[in-house]
Each structure stands twice: as C-alpha cells, then as structure tokens.
C-alpha cells in the first residue's frame, strides 16, 4: 500500500459525459501529478499541482483540467468525454521535487471507460 | 525534453534464469532515472532509483540497474527470477531542476515459465 488513495476504482460513462477523479496523497506529500496509461499511448504525464498551486503541464486536453484543494487532495475533471478517454488515470504523490528525491508514490488508478 | 526507449516490449524467461530488461533515454540535461513495475490491476511501486552517486544501483526484491552515462542507457537485470516477478516494467527519467513529472517509457512485459 503506497498510501496515495484513489476513487472510484471504476468508473463507466458515456460519450459526452463529465467525470470527476479523486485523489489524496500520502500523508506529508504536497505535490500531486496525474498520469493516463492507455494501450496506444502508454504512461503518459498530464498535470502537476504542488500546494495548491498548478506546476506543470503535459500532454492534458482542454477538455481535462484539475485542482488541488487546502487540503492537499486533487481532482481531475473530464469532459465531453470521447472513446478514446478510455484509459487508466494514476494520481501520484511525492514531497516537493525542488528539495525531494523525486520519488512518485502512486495509487492504484481509476479505469474508465466510455461507451 | 526527455524520452525514453525500453528495447523489448516483452521477455519470456524460465524461473531461475537471470533477465536483463533493457532502457535507453535521451536528454538535453542531466537526468534522474527510475525503475517501476505494475503488476496486474495494480498501481506502479518502485523498483530502484539513479539520483547520483554510484552507477549501480539495488532495488528491491533483488533488482539491480546501472546508470551509463556514455550509452545513455538504465538497464535493469536480476541474476535469478521467480514465477512471482512476472509483471511489466517500466523505465521512466526526469530532468534535473524539473518539477520531477515523469517520462515513461512503452514498458517490458516480463514473463516467468516454470
């Protein structure tokens, strides 16, 4: 168990819905990322919050976005969802990367899927 | 920008047989590296770590990788594996001085036969 919590475990939705991902960090971690893993595309990188505070952005559409609320959970909205949104989202948690070992712990991720 | 190749998209290997998974990256700036693994239906855990120091590395469950620098290259290997490290194996790197987001590679799916 890392200690980075993620819900729903799975999620089923249809074309054109709005989902909301959840994820709390392990207890003393300030920064949050998201990954999707995706048969085509692989692990790839979408966003990082540090504190509250947007640090860095990958591959994410405009039709995602995410948050970190006061109290150091995240959550990552998904829009006008599309086919091939399907994937599994990871939230990862690690202490500020600036003056950390850059050590990600992940949570077992969400499955989406849309039909 | 950073990225990374993992050569073998999967590796068939008898139980006690030493495996070598292999990664390759590429970088402008100097790099950290890791190993993860994901067994299935499960998140990532971390395998082993290069921040600096000693090119040689020790993870856990008798995983070992060594940085090199000239062939830009994090290959992981294990002298004897077990049915139980079946699971795929993923090379990731992060630029120094970055926000530490991960760049992972296309993973290694390690299959153990008895």
């Known amino acids: 168990d890392s200690g980075v919590t993620q819900t729903p475990k799975h999620l089923i939705t249809a074309t054109g819905q709005r989902v909301t991902l959840r994820c709390s960090p392990r207890?003393?971690?300030?920064?949050v990322y998201w990954y999707q893993q995706s048969l085509d595309q692989g692990l790839q990188f979408l966003i990082q919050y540090y504190n509250g505070e947007e640090r860095a952005k990958g591959n994410i559409l405009e039709r995602f976005s995410a948050q970190q609320f006061p109290d150091l959970h995240s959550e990552l909205n998904l829009s006008s969802l599309e086919l091939g949104d399907s994937a599994l989202y990871f939230c990862?948690?690690?202490?500020?990367?600036?003056?950390?070992?850059?050590?990600?712990?992940f949570g077992p991720g969400t499955r989406l899927t849309v039909t | 920008a950073q990225s990374v190749t993992q050569l073998d998209s999967q590796v068939p290997v008898f139980e006690e047989a030493p495996v070598e998974l292999r990664c390759n990256y590429s970088?402008?700036?100097?790099?950290?590296l890791f190993w993860y693994v994901q067994y299935p239906n499960q998140g990532l855990q971390l395998l082993l770590k290069?921040?600096?120091?000693?090119?040689l590395v020790k993870g856990i469950n008798g995983f070992e990788a060594e940085f090199n620098k000239s062939q830009t290259s994090f290959h992981l290997r294990k002298p004897s594996v077990h049915i139980s490290d079946t699971a795929e194996y993923f090379c990731?790197?992060?630029?120094?001085?970055?926000?530490?987001?991960?760049?992972f590679g296309k993973g290694t799916k390690l299959s153990v036969k008895p």
């Open positions: 207890s003393g971690d300030l920064s």
């Open positions: 990731a790197v992060s630029g120094r001085g970055s926000q530490g987001n991960l760049i």
């Open positions: 290069y921040l600096s120091g000693s090119t």
């Open positions: 990862a948690s690690s202490v500020d990367p600036q003056v950390g070992s850059y050590e990600q712990y």
């Open positions: 970088s402008s700036v100097s790099v950290y």
